[in-house]
C-alpha cells in the first residue's frame, strides 16, 4: 500500500527483519570467534615447529661438528714421539683446570673427584658454573676449546704415554710448527695450541709422571 509515496513495511516485518539481521550478525560473529581461535591455534603450532626445527637444526649442526672434530683427531698421522708429546699438554692443561676448581671450590673437593664430575655438574650447578667459568677466562680457553682437548685426549689416551717438560724440549723444539702444520681442524688447533700456550707462560702446575693414572680417571674412555 503506498501513501504519499512511501511504502509502509507493516510492523511485524520490520521485527522479523530485525530478528533476522540480529542472528546473521550473532552467527557472524561466532564464525569470527571461530576463525580468530582457528588462526591463534596455528599460530601457536608454526611458533611450536619452527622451534622444534631450529632445535633439530642445531643438533645435528653440533653433531656434525663433533663428527668433524672426531675425524680431526684421528686424521694426523703423528709419530709415536709427536703424540706423546701433545699429549702431555694436553694432559697437564686438564689436571690444572681441574685443581684450580677445587681450590676455589674446597668444601666441594669429595663431590668434585673428576674433571668429569665437574663437566657434569656445572650445568645444573651455578655455583660450579661459575667457577668454572672463572677459570676458562683465567687461562684464556672457551668451552669449545675444552671440547677438542677432551676428545684428543679420550682418542689418544689408550696408547700415548706422558712426557715431562725436559723430554719435550729434548725431542722437539718449536711445538707450535707441528700443531699449525699437521692440524687443519681449527678448533682443534686452537686448542693445542693454547695448551701449549698455558703449559709454556707457567699457568698450569707441572704434572709428575704418576699422575697420569689420576688423569685417565677425571674423563670417560670411550666415547659416548
Known sequence: MLEGGDEKVPKGSREGASIVCFYW???VDHK????AAQFKEMDFTKDSLTQRFEQHSKALASQAAQDELWRAVLA????SMELNILYSYVIEVLICLHTRVLDKLPD???GLPTLTSILRRKVKNQ???VVWESVLEECGLQEGDITALCTFFIAHGHRAEYYGAKVRQMYIRDITFLITNMV???ALQ???LKAVQIIEKGKAVRAPEEQKSLLKELLPSVRN
Request: glycine share 18%.
Open 108 to 110: 666441594l673437593v669429595r
Open 184 to 186: 687443519k681442524n681449527q
Open 127 to 129: 655455583r660450579i658454573g
Open 190 to 192: 686452537d686448542g693445542l
Open 25 to 27: 550478525e550473532d552467527g
Open 32 to 35: 569470527l570467534q571461530g576463525l
Open 76 to 79: 694426523p698421522k703423528f709419530t
